[in-house]
């Protein structure tokens, strides 16, 4: 019997898979704990659906990535710390402190778990640090340290 996953199903496949299984699987297990649906041409016409409608919402998330980014190019966020001799901080500047700074100054809300710091900064100067905001898209933002 042919059966659409509805949900990840360890030893058969991944959600929308169309997998062949017994009948008495598909009776017995499957289809009692909604973990698929019988491959009739109504539920394979949603899962066409299902899937064009996905496909349509990826694009649109790729589009507005691309337009964050080119937005981003240009910005510096300034971000002020209080420091010592010689230009160290006291402690170091996290991705909250400039995912805050950025929704102060720029009005943007960027997470700040997709900001990736190769190492804590805890001088003052200006930083270059990449955002990855979608698998294929990643973004530079520049952030300033200055004493406050």
Do not use: C, W
């Given at each position: 019997?042919?059966?659409?996953?509805?949900?990840?199903?360890?030893?058969?496949?991944?959600k929308?898979?169309?997998?062949?299984?017994?009948?008495?699987?598909?009776?017995?297990?499957?289809?009692?704990?909604?973990?698929g649906?019988?491959?009739?041409?109504?539920?394979?016409?949603?899962?066409?659906?299902?899937?064009?409608?996905?496909?349509?919402?990826?694009?649109?998330?790729?589009?507005?990535?691309?337009?964050?980014?080119?937005?981003?190019?240009?910005?510096?966020?300034?971000?002020?710390?209080?420091?010592?001799?010689?230009?160290?901080?006291?402690?170091?500047?996290?991705?909250?402190?400039?995912?805050?700074?950025?929704?102060?100054?720029?009005?943007?809300?960027?997470?700040k778990?997709?900001?990736?710091?190769?190492?804590?900064?805890?001088?003052?100067g200006?930083?270059?640090?990449?955002?990855?905001?979608?698998?294929?898209?990643?973004?530079?933002?520049?952030?300033?340290?200055?004493?406050?």
């Amino acid at each position: 019997m042919k059966v659409i996953l509805l949900q990840d199903v360890k030893s058969l496949g991944k959600k929308g898979d169309i997998v062949n299984v017994s009948d008495g699987y598909a009776r017995n297990m499957i289809l009692p704990k909604k973990l698929g649906a019988e491959a009739n041409a109504e539920n394979l016409n949603d899962l066409k659906l299902q899937h064009r409608h996905a496909d349509r919402v990826a694009e649109e998330q790729l589009g507005n990535a691309k337009k964050l980014a080119e937005d981003l190019e240009d910005k510096i966020v300034e971000v002020k710390m209080r420091a010592g001799e010689g230009g160290r901080t006291f402690g170091s500047v996290s991705t909250k402190e400039i995912s805050a700074a950025a929704k102060q100054q720029l009005d943007l809300d960027i997470d700040k778990k997709k900001m990736v710091l190769p190492e804590p900064i805890r001088a003052l100067g200006t930083y270059e640090i990449r955002i990855k905001l979608h698998p294929k898209v990643t973004a530079k933002l520049r952030v300033k340290v200055s004493e406050a």
